[in-house]
């Protein structure tokens, strides 16, 4: 299992997994006196989503660490802090589950509760969800004519980011013939993915890229 956070062509994952984790959800809801029935509740929709990660950026290579070679503590303190003010629109993914989402970050907290120089956190995540804004046609009849996807945040594409978790003999030449029907446009690839893949020849097993 692998815990990443991508926003656009820049992705980070989360060295050690939390022991647990668990997505909220719930419905709005109003409630009303209605003349001889009584109370009554009306749902007006979903609310968002959030989840809580509780974890750490550790400072050495332990042995129950997610992978090898993470950034330092505040490294990734940095790009989260960075993330979280700029109000960036980030893609949540934890592989091997169903949690594939939109989000931003809500609050991040961090700190040292130790003598190492590990660097302990507390990440809250809330759902996005783009909404939908009448495009007026002027005509006769005065109908709606489309509607526009409209972010309400800034820093994330509109189109849904494709992606692919490597596997067991996949090579960028393999991944571009399967998407693209061409394995010469392998660079298209690899151009999107330049922060992860050091040389282009070697990509390993595990790892999310872009598919653009």
């Not at 509780?54 to 503590?73: A, E, R």
Request: proline letters at 4%; charged letters at 25%.
């Amino acid at each position: 299992m692998e815990m990443w956070l991508r926003q656009s062509n820049d992705a980070f994952r989360f060295p050690i997994l939390p022991t647990s984790f668990e997505i909220s959800g719930s419905i709005n809801t109003s409630t009303t006196n209605v003349l001889k029935l009584g109370e009554v509740i009306v749902c007006g929709g979903t609310g968002l989503r959030t989840t809580e990660i509780n974890s750490f950026f550790p400072s050495k290579q332990y042995h129950f660490c997610n992978y090898k070679d993470f950034p330092q503590p505040y490294d990734c303190v940095n790009k989260l802090k960075k993330w979280m003010e700029q109000g960036l629109i980030l893609r949540y993914i934890i592989t091997e589950t169903d949690v594939n989402m939109e989000v931003i970050i809500e609050s991040f907290k961090h700190g040292k509760q130790d003598g190492t120089n590990d660097v302990y956190f507390t990440l809250s995540l809330k759902e996005y969800k783009r909404i939908q804004i009448p495009k007026v046609s002027i005509n006769n009849d005065e109908r709606l004519s489309s509607v526009k996807d409209v972010p309400i945040t800034k820093g994330f594409e509109t189109k849904k980011q494709r992606t692919h978790k490597v596997g067991k003999g996949d090579s960028l030449w393999s991944l571009a013939k399967k998407y693209y029907g061409n394995g010469d446009l392998w660079k298209k690839i690899y151009d999107a993915n330049k922060k992860l893949i050091k040389n282009p020849d070697i990509i390993k097993d595990g790892w999310v890229l872009v598919i653009p």
